[in-house]
């Protein structure tokens, strides 16, 4: 019974002794032993870096070699996101996020692109200078006058380079800031502005006294082949005188104070004389087309039936007439009864002033004339001398207009 009654006790003891022995023999297993050293030991790649010998192998890994390659290649041809002007000047591109060009954007046909201070952006571009459709207007690699007051250098493609402003006005490619202005008295080219004093002592056409009579007589300060040197636009108009001859039939500018409708006071132009707003014919720069303007000049004559006494006075279209020279159309008709009649040619490019119409003349073929619309205001010699309202076809083949013209 002793016996008996202590077995459990010792088991118990046995079982404990056992469970207290089991967590030594866990740490001392190798197993577990050697997983705790390997991750105590320290970064062998790190160690393999900075042994030289190591990164001798590490360059020489083709692998390796090809990633460093693709990392240079990384580098964009741009900025990303910034924007510029295409190299030819009429677009616009912007850059991507990773630093590639991408397709641009054009500006108008009469744009350019222009660097900003934020990038790029699109103006309106200048005839003669960058605009894309520009014809040469200009000799290459010479000066030239862009306009009545920018001298310019002309580029290799005949367009305006380098400009330079002038004070005065530009004349034969360089400023000329002295002189007189349009509409001054003067005696020779040399004092004027424009470098040509029409009526002065230098006019080859002074011979004749009463050529310059008038209020011409004190010489006229102007700028000749104003087609080329051109004139201030605000108060000048550059006039054809081809027509007629006047002033040796050159292109001259001439003002136009006061100038609002035809045969009105022209109180505060030349001199303070009695020039009066006349239409006068104009050119554009080519001869391709003409137009007719107001400016103030020499009064026509007050009677109707009679011609200009005074050279360069020029009666208008339907006036009375001696010759050619007397009629600012450059052509003076006469019918069998010795009636004289200022007209102008005429076509769809070369136009006739307001108070006149392009018709054809039966009678004179195929041609076209300006002559004066059948109105008491235009054509004041209505009803006598042997003018009257005629009816004729005009230029655009499908209108009638009423003209005063000799009878048929």
């Known amino acids: 019974m002793a016996w008996y009654k202590s077995y459990p006790v010792v088991s118990l003891f046995f079982l404990s002794t056992v469970l207290m022995a089991c967590p030594e023999a866990e ?37 390796l070699q090809v990633e460093d390659m693709q990392q240079i290649d990384l580098v964009g041809e741009c900025e990303p996101y910034s924007i510029s002007c295409t190299p030819d000047g009429y677009g616009i591109r912007r850059c991507s996020y990773n630093g590639a060009w991408l397709n641009p954007s054009p500006c108008g046909t009469q744009e350019v692109c222009e660097e900003t201070t934020t990038g790029a952006s699109c103006v309106d571009c200048t005839p003669g200078v960058n605009c894309r459709d520009d014809e040469p207007i200009c000799t290459p690699s010479e000066p030239f006058c862009y306009d009545y007051q920018t001298a310019a250098q002309c580029t290799a493609e005949g367009r305006a380079g380098t400009t330079v402003q002038c004070s005065g006005r530009c004349i034969g490619g360089g400023c000329n800031n002295a002189g007189s202005t349009t509409g001054s008295m003067c005696e020779a080219n040399v004092g004027c502005q424009g470098l040509t004093c029409v009526c002065g002592t230098e006019d080859e056409d002074n011979s004749e006294s009463a050529l310059c009579g008038g209020d011409l007589a004190g010489g006229y300060c102007t700028t000749g082949s104003c087609h080329v040197n051109g004139c201030d636009p605000v108060n000048e108009v550059c ?12 292109q001259v500018c001439l003002l136009k104070s006061n100038c609002s409708h035809r045969l009105y006071d022209c109180a505060a132009a030349h001199r303070g004389t009695g020039h009066v707003c006349r239409e006068l014919p104009s050119n554009n720069w080519n001869g391709t087309r003409r137009t007719w303007h107001l400016a103030c000049w020499v009064p026509p004559p007050a009677n109707p039936e009679a011609a200009c006494t005074d050279a360069n006075c020029l009666s208008p279209i339907g006036g009375a007439c001696q010759g050619n020279e007397d009629c600012v159309g450059g052509n003076c008709m006469r019918n069998d009864s010795s009636v004289s009649y200022c007209v102008g040619s005429c076509d769809e490019t070369h136009e006739c002033p307001s108070y006149s119409s392009c018709v054809r003349i039966p009678e004179l073929g195929d041609n076209y004339y300006c002559l004066a619309n059948a109105t008491s205001a235009e ?25 005063c013209f000799f009878r048929n």
Do not use: Y
């Open 27 to 63: 740490e001392e297993s190798p197993d577990q032993g050697q997983v705790q050293d390997l991750e105590q030991e320290p970064d062998t790649t790190t160690d393999l870096v900075e042994d030289p010998d190591a990164a001798g192998d590490l360059a020489s890994d083709p692998d």
């Open 379 to 403: 054509c004041p010699r209505l009803g006598g001398f042997d003018i009257v309202t005629r009816t004729f076809g005009t230029i655009d083949g499908v209108t009638n207009a009423q003209v």
């Open 239 to 250: 006039v054809d005188f081809d027509m007629s001859g006047a002033f040796g039939g050159d």
